[in-house]
T-cell receptor
Framework: RKEVEQDPGPFNVPEGATVAFNCTYS??????FFWYRQDCRKEPKLLMS???SGNEDGRFTAQLNRASQYISLLIRDSKLSDSATYLC??????????FGSGTQLTVLP | NAGVTQTPKFQVLKTGQSMTLQCAQD?????MSWYRQDPGMGLRLIHY???????DQGEVPNGYNVSRSTTEDFPLRLLSAAPSQTSVYFC????????????FGQGTRLTVV
């Protein structure tokens, strides 16, 4: 079993739609959680950290459920510029990042 | 701000050749790491360093060496290139505390023929 598993995608949604991505992790000792965004043929960049209480950044909402070892990302009012691959990332006690394989999102006009 | 700089951006090697991928950061980050990204596999950790003079192996270290003689630089050496090492390589750095952002270089696309 992979340490971090994500919805395989791809997700193709119309502009303005709401889309949700899910992620599960296997190491219960994981300490920090993130969503990164990766544009085609570019490097990953931090989208947002994920906190136990849930957090929001504009149209983006992240949730963490430590008991179920589950992380989610909700994107509201999708824009064409949201088209990218979204990477679920978990950091353990050794400070190493473990990446999910990513979920590809295409927002259609 | 340069951030994390990787060179070269593209490289083609013949099987058996060796080369070094360069990575430098100007943010005084303690923690640096190398990943490879293959289709459908996500990013996998090759080697990492928690500070100058300290390196350790990640998930897929075989065929690669690293050193960390300064805080700024973390080169990755391919000892004898194999077609299985065809991949996109990313260097990353961060302050190292658990909840800090990792910054990535632009990547090196390596093809081994």
């Amino acid at each position: 079993r992979k340490e971090v598993e994500q919805d395989p995608g791809p997700f193709n949604v119309p502009e303005g739609a709401t889309v949700a991505f899910n992620c599960t992790y296997s190491n219960s000792a994981s300490q920090s959680f993130f969503w990164y965004r990766q544009d085609c043929r570019k490097e990953p960049k931090l989208l947002m950290s994920v906190y136990s209480s849930g957090n929001e950044d504009g149209r983006f909402t992240a949730q963490l459920n430590r008991a179920s070892q589950y992380i989610s990302l909700l994107i509201r009012d999708s824009k064409l510029s949201d088209s990218a691959t979204y990477l679920c990332v978990v950091k353990g006690s050794a400070r190493q990042l473990t990446f999910g394989s990513g979920t590809q999102l295409t927002v259609l006009p | 701000n340069a951030g994390v700089t990787q060179t070269p951006k593209f490289q083609v090697l013949k099987t058996g050749q060796s080369m070094t991928l360069q990575c430098a950061q100007d943010m005084n980050h303690e923690y640096m790491s190398w990943y490879r990204q293959d289709p459908g596999m996500g990013l996998r950790l090759i080697h990492y360093s928690v500070g100058a003079g300290i390196t350790d192996q990640g998930e897929v270290p075989n065929g690669y060496n690293v050193s960390r003689s300064t805080t700024e630089d973390f080169p990755l050496r391919l000892l004898s290139a194999a077609p299985s090492q065809t991949s996109v390589y990313f260097c990353a750095s961060s302050y190292g505390q658990s909840n800090t952002e990792a910054f990535f270089g632009q990547g090196t696309r390596l093809t081994v023929v």
